[in-house]
């Protein structure tokens, strides 16, 4: 037996199946234009799939617009627009209530930090720990 290496006929390199008896679906080739950077690219799609009025341009990734489309508005009436948290916690608490509960945590966390509540001062922890 020789010692030269076994050579392939290129597996994976081209398909062993043909395309006789194949039959490819309807397409509509649409057209979008971008305002971005003034470029017009096609997309094919199935004929009876939902064609979008927008599509992320392929040279500068901003939203293109199918040719003859109107564009619409960044928005949807029918779209809901997320909340803050600030604005769900005011649909359970009223700001006076807010405004109690802040207090009573700065109090708190004033209490904890050794701040004197009247004069607002802090007290000196390393005097505090020569006292005790």
């Given amino acids: 037996m020789s010692r030269e290496p076994i050579r392939g006929s290129s597996l994976g ?13 309807a397409r ?39 040719r003859g489309a109107q564009a619409k508005s960044s928005v949807d009436e029918n779209e809901k627009v997320g909340k803050t948290p600030f604005e769900m916690l005011l649909e359970r608490r009223t700001v006076a209530e807010l405004e109690v509960i ?10 904890r930090r050794g701040l004197d509540s009247d004069a607002g001062k802090t007290r000196n922890t390393a005097q505090s720990r020569l006292v005790r």
């Fill in 102 to 111: 802040l207090e009573e945590r700065l109090s708190y966390l004033r209490a």
């Fill in 13 to 25: 390199a081209r398909s062993l199946s043909s395309d006789v008896g194949i039959d490819l679906e």
């Fill in 28 to 66: 509509v080739v649409t057209v979008f234009d971008c305002s971005h950077c003034s470029s017009s690219f096609t997309v094919p799609f199935a004929a009876e799939a939902e064609i979008p009025d927008a599509w992320i341009c392929s040279s500068c990734g901003a939203e293109a617009t199918r």
